[in-house]
């Protein structure tokens, strides 16, 4: 089977995310070619619900624990494991839609000199404010990013929903940069992959048919906590890409993302109270995230962070 897919889902203590995740890729319209589940060393009862899942589907099903903590070693891992020519990595905090797997496999088919596929994650909590603002932000983050599906910003390529071509990642011998954990806990190590792809010219495309609902934070301080985490890592990320990022320029004018606040408004039904509130939480994330921009921004300049 020339486009063989492997799908890879890397968890860390969150059985309950998992096992709703694994139950979305048992109900697939086309049966998975395997399935690669990498456990980042889970204290609770990953191992036991995996075990139980192998039990009741067509398809294989490995299961490997992996002692070493952090996203770019778990992620490699997973490619490493994977056999398939193409490997589909989906996030444990993520539901797929049924055609998700088909629509995959549809389009590794048909162009099999593309590197990337990234799908589309929409909101799983439609009704919380916090999981709201946060899916709205990432959206924005993708203005300017795409044109006629083709990516342009290979920054916006995102591990939680996106299918590698593992023959191009050997080839010019990418993976993720586990040196990044020396100054976060990952570094955006899906966005200095993407980064890696752009820099060996690889081709990237958007798919919305390739779906999934993706579990935002719902808790106010978990939102903010995520926030800070993420802002640290992206920061080291930008200056590991400065020079080369000076070339790629994506616009996002106020008027852009007023659009988009419209259409993300009606696709998820928000009434004046749900919008105001959305609005407001978006406002204050702005703010928060310049300050600490600030404040964390003499740390990241001092660090000395090489390309690979």
Known sequence: MKNKVSVVVVTRNRERDLEHCLGS?????????????????SSDGTAQIVKNFSKNVLFKV?????????????YNRGLIEAKGNWVA????????????????????????KLSVI??????????NVMALTKSYIDEVGKIGAIKNRLILDYEILDSKNIVYNKNFLNKNKILFDTNLLKYANGASE??????????AGG?????????VVHKDPTAI????????????????????????????????????KIRLFIKFKQTYC??????????????VTFFYIKIMRKVLKSKILRMQIKQK
């Open 62 to 74: 490995k299961y490997i624990k992996h002692g070493k903590i952090g996203y770019p070693h778990v």
């Open 203 to 211: 081709v990237a495309i958007f798919n919305e048919k390739i779906n």
């Open 190 to 199: 899906d966005c200095d992959l993407g980064m890696q792809i752009y820099s």
């Open 89 to 112: 990595f989906i996030d444990d905090d993520c539901v797929a839609d049924p055609s998700w797997y088909k629509n995959i496999k549809l389009m590794t088919g048909r162009f099999p």
């Open 221 to 256: 301080k978990t939102y903010y906590k995520k926030a800070f985490f993420s802002l640290e890592n992206h920061l080291v990320y930008e200056k590991k890409w400065e020079r080369v990022r000076l070339n790629i320029n994506t616009k996002r004018s106020v008027i852009d």
């Open 118 to 127: 990234l799908g589309k994650s929409s909101e799983y909590y439609q009704k």
């Open 270 to 283: 928000l009434n004046n109270l749900q919008t105001l509130a959305v609005i407001c939480n978006v406002v």
């Open 25 to 41: 890729l048992a109900c697939q319209l086309e049966t998975l070619d395997e399935l690669v589940v990498i456990d980042n060393n």
